[in-house]
């Protein structure tokens, strides 16, 4: 009887264990990846660091995204926020307000972004972003509405 109780703990303990870890609804966990990459991806825009921000950008994007390194050192982001992720299977729209300014003018504006997020197709959880990042700059510039879409 003692051999059945500890056995049944240790099945016990496993699961829960791995409840954790896989979800019923995402078995290969893309939406954990997604937030993974999402929210690196941000936080390296930032913090100004486009270069590695440009790892989670679609290939096709990246070299016109890398070109707009030049403009964005002359703004500083003061804070960001991912306020809403709609999942579909491949593919995700994530909503981010990024709040900074333009260093010679210091009066912070907002901007808001509709991060296109795509998984590459296989097993793998690659995710990749279709950045707005030229339309935030340009709001947080002062220079467009901020609801300009466009990257």
């Keep these: 009887m003692y051999r059945w109780l500890a056995l049944a703990s240790v099945l016990l303990s496993l699961s829960g264990g791995l409840s954790g870890c896989v979800s019923p609804s995402d078995p290969l966990g893309r939406e954990d990846a997604l937030e993974e990459a999402q929210k690196r991806y941000t936080d390296f825009v930032r913090w100004g660091e486009l270069e590695k921000a440009g790892m989670f950008v679609d290939p096709e994007m990246r070299d016109e995204f890398l070109g707009l390194?030049?403009?964005?050192?002359?703004?500083?982001?003061?804070?960001?926020?991912?306020?809403?992720?709609?999942?579909?299977?491949d593919d995700a729209t994530v909503t981010v307000t990024y709040k900074g300014y333009l260093m010679t003018t210091l009066v912070e504006h907002t901007a808001h972004e509709e991060q296109a997020w795509y998984r590459k197709e296989g097993l793998k959880n690659t995710w990749y972003v279709r950045p707005q990042l030229g339309a935030v700059l340009d709001t947080l510039r002062g220079r467009i509405p901020e609801t300009a879409a466009g990257f």
């Design 69 to 89: 390194a030049r403009q964005y050192e002359a703004l500083r982001i003061t804070d960001s926020e991912t306020s809403e992720i709609v999942f579909g299977d």
